[in-house]
C-alpha cells in the first residue's frame, strides 16, 4: 500500500523514522505535519459542570482520561498514587477492558481515587481539563494520542510516558515531562515535584499554550498540508 502513495503524512518524527528504518520508506515522500490541538473544546457553546461529589474537590487533582485499554498503563499511575499524598488521581473515560485489577490498586488507595468509567461527551470534558492541575499519560506503548492534543488545547501541565512521539512534546516545544514506561517509582517522583512546585506547572502550562497556537495549531497545519498538495501537483 505504502509503495503505491506519492506522499505519506506523519504526525511525528517517531513515525517518520519508523518508516525509514522499519520499512525502508523514501524518505523524500514522507512529511511530517503534527497533529491539531483540539481548541474548539475550549470553545464549546454550553459546557457540563461537573458532577456535584467532584466539584467539592479541594485537593490537588492528576487527571488520566481516555478509553480504558491494557496499553494505557492506568495500573502503572495508580501503584505510583501509593506515593503521592495530599492529592487525588482521576481516571476518567470507558473502559476497554475489565478493571478488577484497576479497581483493586484504587481500592489500596482510599479517598484519594475516582473512577468514572463511562463514555464522556463533549460538553462535559472541558470542566474535568479545566480541573485537573496535571495531565498524566503513562502509557506503556502508543503512536499517538487525541487526549494528549486536548490537554495542549487546555494550557495542561503534561507528565507522558517515553513512547511514540509522545517525547517529542517534551524536548521540541518543553510542554512535557518524560517519565520511562512501566515505571511507578519515576512516575510518583515526577508528579511530587510538579504537584509542589507551582512555577514548574506554570511553565509547562505557558508552553502547551504556545504550542497549541503554534505548531499544533489547525492554521498551521492547513497551511503545511496545502503545502504538500500543492507540491504533488506540481
Not at 470542566?127 to 486536548?150: I, K, W
Not at 515526577?190 to 511553565?203: I, K, M, T, Y
Request: proline share 9%; with cysteine; aromatic share 6%.
Amino acid at each position: 500500500l505504502l509503495s503505491r502513495m506519492d506522499a505519506v503524512v506523519v504526525h511525528s518524527e517517531h513515525a517518520a523514522r519508523r518508516l525509514r528504518e522499519e520499512l525502508r520508506f523514501d524518505p523524500a515522500r514522507i512529511t511530517l505535519i503534527p497533529h491539531g490541538a483540539l481548541d474548539y473544546l475550549t470553545r464549546l457553546p454550553e459546557e457540563t459542570p461537573l458532577p456535584p461529589d467532584l466539584s467539592r474537590v479541594e485537593r490537588p487533582v492528576v487527571l488520566c482520561f481516555g478509553l480504558i485499554r491494557p496499553h494505557k498503563g492506568i495500573e502503572v499511575a495508580l501503584e505510583a498514587f501509593r506515593s503521592v499524598p495530599d492529592a487525588e488521581l482521576w481516571v476518567v473515560g470507558m473502559p476497554r477492558m475489565p478493571l478488577d485489577r484497576v479497581r483493586e490498586l484504587a481500592a489500596a488507595i482510599p479517598d484519594r481515587v475516582r473512577i468514572v468509567p463511562r463514555f464522556i461527551p463533549d460538553a462535559e470534558l472541558p470542566a474535568y481539563f479545566r480541573r485537573a492541575d496535571l495531565l498524566v499519560l503513562p502509557h506503556l506503548n502508543a503512536e499517538q494520542s487525541g487526549v494528549l492534543h486536548v490537554a495542549l488545547a487546555f494550557a495542561k501541565p503534561l507528565v507522558l510516558s517515553a513512547v511514540g512521539g509522545f517525547p517529542e512534546v517534551a524536548e521540541r516545544d518543553g510542554a512535557a515531562v518524560i517519565v520511562p514506561p512501566g515505571d511507578p517509582r519515576a512516575l510518583a517522583a515526577v508528579l511530587n515535584e510538579l504537584l509542589g512546585d507551582e512555577l514548574e506547572r506554570r511553565r509547562l502550562s505557558d508552553a502547551a499554550a504556545a504550542a497549541a497556537a503554534g505548531p499544533y495549531s489547525w492554521e498551521g497545519i492547513a497551511r503545511r498540508t496545502l503545502d504538500l498538495y500543492s507540491s504533488l501537483r506540481g
